[in-house]
């Protein structure tokens, strides 16, 4: 079965700083998606990483993907209050199988 | 261009009632998937269809089911609910199935609310 793991689950970091979260998962999917959603809010795609090294940045955030580690890192630069949300890592299965398996989510709160 | 739609958006229900929810994807996009998101379980997948046809399924109970409209729409009904069933039912849409960049766009979501 298909795991994805992300940590932390919580995170409260104040404006101005740096972090990172870490995406774990168990597929041999070149794929690797990161979304967000805000409070009582549909998910918005932030990222699609679609190969080992591929590096996707916008505004503050910043995704990587390391396909032989398994591993996909979301890194937050300065962060704004504007950045509060919850971000999800989703993994599809192998090449045709486009069921995505989602992380447990990072709650992210900035403290201005 | 429109984004994907899903109706109704807010629904309450009580115990042994069915329900059924649907999703219009994006102009083009031929593949929906349905997926429930519950503060205790997160997001888990219940169904993939393409082509009116169910490409992939999730681990729910038969009280699951869905289908897919010639005109990519798709619906999905659950049936006897049961209090565990309260959830945000999200819909996604994907240009299509078995691309690369098969990214995927999703609805605003069915709350629905099982008393």
């Known amino acids: 079965e298909l795991k994805v793991e992300q940590n932390p689950l919580f995170l409260s970091m104040q404006e101005g700083k740096n972090y990172t979260i870490y995406c774990n998962y168990s597929t041999t999917s070149d794929r690797l998606y990161w979304y967000r959603q805000d409070p009582g809010k549909s998910l918005e795609s932030l990222f699609v990483l679609l190969s080992n090294g591929a590096v996707k940045q916008e505004g503050r955030l910043m995704a990587s993907l390391d396909t032989k580690a398994r591993l996909s890192t979301l890194h937050i630069t300065a962060a704004v209050h504007d950045l509060s949300a919850t971000y999800f890592c989703?993994?599809?299965?192998?090449?045709?199988?486009?069921?995505?398996?989602f992380g447990t989510g990072t709650r992210l709160t900035i403290i201005p | 261009k429109a984004g994907v739609t899903q109706t109704p958006r807010y629904l309450i229900k009580t115990r042994g009632q069915q329900v059924t929810l649907s999703c219009s994807p994006i102009s083009g996009h031929r593949s929906v998937s349905w997926y429930q998101q519950t503060p205790g379980q997160g997001l888990q997948f219940l169904f993939e269809y393409f082509s009116e046809t169910q490409r992939n399924k999730g681990n729910f109970p038969g009280r699951f089911s869905g289908r897919q409209f010639s005109n990519s729409r798709s619906e999905m009904n659950v049936s006897t609910l049961e209090l565990g069933d309260s959830a945000l039912y999200l819909c996604?849409?994907?240009?299509?199935?078995?691309?690369?960049?098969?990214?995927?766009?999703f609805g605003p979501g069915t709350r629905l609310t099982v008393l």
């Open positions: 989703a993994s599809p299965g192998d090449f045709g199988n486009e069921k995505l398996t």
């Open positions: 996604a849409s994907s240009l299509l199935l078995g691309l690369m960049d098969n990214e995927q766009f």
